[in-house]
Structures are given as C-alpha cells and as structure tokens.
C-alpha cells in the first residue's frame, strides 16, 4: 500500500466513521506487520492508529483487541481501543482495516535499559496479566519446549540462505554463517538441558511479549500493547522473551540479580506457576534462543533490501538487531549452577541442578 494514499484513507476514516477532527496524522517506524501511525486530534490529544496491511485476518485482530480488553478489565494497564461509529472495535470500510486506541506517554521497553527497578515492575504486570489471562480458556496438552530435529534442519537451511543474500555484504553473510554454524554446534547440549526442564505450564498469553510491546513510564510499566488473538501458549517463554532479551541481560553486568527481581516480582502477583518452574526461564531462554534461525530470517527476505533505514526491517537495522542478539545468547551459555542456585535462593524454592 502507497503510505501517502494509506495515509490520506485513514485520515478521511478516522473524521468520517470516529467523528474525528484530525490536525496531524504521521506515520512511525514501529511494528512489522502492520503500518503504525499517531494521530493528534482537537484538543491536542493523540491516539494510536494502527492499519492493517491488504489481506490481513481482520477477525483475528478482533479477537486480539477482546483479549487486550479483558486483560485491561482485570486491571492489566493496556492502551484501550476505540470504537467506529457502528461500534466496531477494527474499522474495516476501505479495502483495508484499522483500529485506534488511546495513546500511551512513555518509552519503549527496547529504547530504554531494563535495570532492575524496571525489571521489577514489568515482573508484578507480567505475574498479574498471566494470573488474569489463566481463566480466559482452558490450557491444552501436547506443547513442547524445542523441535530439535526442526531446528537442525532450519538451521542448516539458513546458513545457506545467508550465504546466498545477495543484498547482505560479504562480511555480514561470514558472520551470519558463522553465528549459525555455533548455534548448530550446540544443538546436542540443548537437547540435554530440555530434557532435564520441567513440564511445560502452558494457558493463554499476550502471545508476542518482547520489550518493544512494553510502555514504561519512568521505572513504572505504562502499558503493554500489541497482544496477538488468543492462543494457549507456553508461559515460561513469554516470560523469557523479556527477561532474557539482549535489552535486559546486556544492560549491565548484574543481569542473574536482575532477573531475580523479575521472576521474584512475578512470584508475587501469580502462584500459579511454581517457584522451581520459574527458575528454569534462563535455562529455557538458553534453549530456545540457540534453535532459532531469528532474526536470520528476517534479514534474507529479499524486502529488506528496499525499506528505508529507519525502518524496523531495514537491513541495517536488522544486522544491529542480530549481533545484540548473539552477544546475549553467548551471555546465556555464561549462566551457571552457582548463578542458578542464587536464583533458587531468591525465588525460596530448593536447589535441583
């Protein structure tokens, strides 16, 4: 979609069925899979526009809004969407859809460094989002930590790939093959931690939980936004997505401490998952992190080559992205019995490994 017409559409949508008088409408470099835009209103206040590419499953984006509601009724601070003048919660009268929604002050948890007062806090909301989302469908059996034969095979695919990326220049591919190859290397030790990692506690969850989908406002979480339609989903790892980013465990040097205070913090606001389950995050981290092709597969779509620098696909911004990435993978495998242990002490659950 042209984003001068996608602009001029959503403009025209958001005065006839919102009813609103529109001073400024601009689009952001945030979010892949829609185009992301703030509108500024009479009155001088802003709303978050977010428009959905040609083709996207509205209803399923409707079923992420309800959910995004209902974790809100349960007093989980979210951006609130708005509804068109039929009450619709996705307007979806120009060849394509949009939603708006209350525009959140604050920081991205990726623009800022998660300390562990930050940590802290992001570790209540998460405890009290999963306690809430626990009684929004019944959890279903048969999910699984790691496919490690699908990793082998998507691994070695990718080295390949990359290799071949004719828009990626000669020393990122080396690097890229080489990031892979140590990835692989490590597949059988893998395969020996998630062995030894608790069943899995599985219920539905925000479903795409990394920092850039938390608002904080000063050390205080403002809000997380972007939840996915609701799917049971393994909970350790939503977790982990946050607490094991490159944005958390490269801040600083106390990262094991810091991540303490996140899953202490959880603890606190859910008992639903055991303390013992809790302490096998970064071991889960580790696992997942080192299967995963990503953000190799972003980084040899062909249309990355094309988006401007700023923007989140960008190859730039990708190669950035990947190597913060790898450093705390690397940091990961650093994790130790001793680290574990202290954890253990933290969360007052025995020691095990």
């Known amino acids: 979609m042209p984003a001068v017409g996608v602009t001029q559409l959503t403009k025209q949508a958001l005065v006839d069925a919102y009813g609103l008088h529109v001073l400024e409408l601009r689009r952001i470099h945030a979010g892949l899979a829609t185009i992301n835009m703030v509108a500024t209103v009479a009155g001088g206040d802003r709303l978050f526009v977010k428009v959905y590419r040609r083709g996207a499953d509205l ?18 601070p979210t951006a609130l969407p708005l509804c068109d003048a039929r009450g619709a919660t996705v307007h979806a009268g120009l060849g394509f859809g949009l939603s708006a929604w209350t525009f959140v002050d ?41 496919d490690l034969v699908r990793s082998r095979a998507s691994i070695t695919a990718m080295i390949d790939q990359v290799l071949q990326a004719p828009h990626l220049d000669r020393a990122t591919r080396v690097w890229g093959a080489g990031v892979l190859r140590w990835r692989l290397a490590r ?19 925000h479903g795409d939980l990394h920092p850039g989908n938390v608002i904080f406002r000063g050390e205080r979480v ?30 600083d040097g106390r990262w094991p401490q810091r991540l303490g205070c996140l899953l202490r913090a959880y603890r606190s606001c859910n008992s639903r998952v055991p303390a013992g389950v809790l302490a096998a995050v970064p071991w889960l981290a580790r696992c997942v992190m080192t299967a995963s092709v990503t953000p190799f597969d972003d980084l040899v779509e062909g249309r990355a080559a094309h988006l401007a620098a700023g923007d989140p696909l960008s190859v730039p911004a990708l190669v ?16 130790s019995d001793d680290d574990d242990q202290a954890l253990r002490q933290v969360l007052g659950c025995r020691a095990s490994r």
């Open 59 to 76: 209803d399923a984006a409707r079923a992420a809004i309800e959910l995004t509601r209902y974790a809100n009724a349960g007093g989980v």
């Open 187 to 205: 597949l059988p030790q893998v395969d020996e931690i998630v062995a030894g990692l608790p069943e899995p506690a599985v219920q539905v969850v």
């Open 106 to 146: 604050g920081d991205c948890g990726d623009t800022v460094g998660l300390d562990a007062a930050r940590m802290r806090s992001l570790g209540e909301v998460l405890g009290h989002l999963h306690d809430r989302l626990a009684t929004y469908r019944r959890a279903e059996p048969g999910v699984r930590w790691c």
């Open 320 to 335: 950035r992205y990947a190597h913060a990435r790898q450093e705390a993978v690397a940091r990961l495998w650093e994790y």
């Open 222 to 251: 403002a809000a997380l936004i972007d939840f996915e339609p609701p799917a049971v989903r393994q909970v350790l790892w939503e977790i982990a997505r946050a607490a094991c980013s490159q944005y958390a465990v490269l801040h």
